[in-house]
Nanobody, 123 residues
Framework: QVQLVESGGGLVQAGGSLRLSCAAS????????MGWFRQAPGKEREFVRA????????AYADSVKGRFTISRDNAKNTVYLQMNNLKPEDTAVYYC????????????????WGQGTQVTVSS
């Protein structure tokens, strides 16, 4: 069982930056591929970025290419999402997710989910 707790969301102006954190419980953090997803009002949850257990492999959605960076600190059981040059269309609840094994880019591949953190980008 893995528990995930996101933090770092907030209100920011367009062009600004935020860093989200996701702290995971458990002693086998490196066994988990980690992903970030987001869900805007009235829309389906969508993939943002993912990283493998070792941190050696990542994946990204085209909409965040060149703007969002994912990283992890396995000593701290934490994964990060650095978001730069934010746009109003990035406004959503951002969720951290974990799955045993390789990274994935679809929601149903992930077993564990955090409660989400709100990111609001004003124009």
């Amino acid at each position: 069982q893995v528990q995930l707790v996101e933090s770092g969301g907030g209100l920011v102006q367009a062009g600004g930056s935020l860093r989200l954190s996701c702290a995971a419980s458990g002693r086998t953090f490196t066994s988990y591929g980690m992903g970030w997803f987001r869900q805007a009002p009235g829309k389906e949850r969508e993939f943002v970025r993912a990283i493998s257990g070792s941190g050696g492999s990542t994946a990204y959605a085209d909409s965040v290419k060149g703007r969002f960076t994912i990283s992890r600190d396995n000593a701290k059981n934490t994964v990060y999402l650095q978001m730069n040059n934010l746009k109003p269309e990035d406004t959503a609840v951002y969720y951290c997710a974990a799955r045993v094994g390789a990274i994935a880019t679809v929601t149903h591949e992930y077993t564990y989910w955090g409660q989400g953190t709100q990111v609001t980008v004003s124009s």
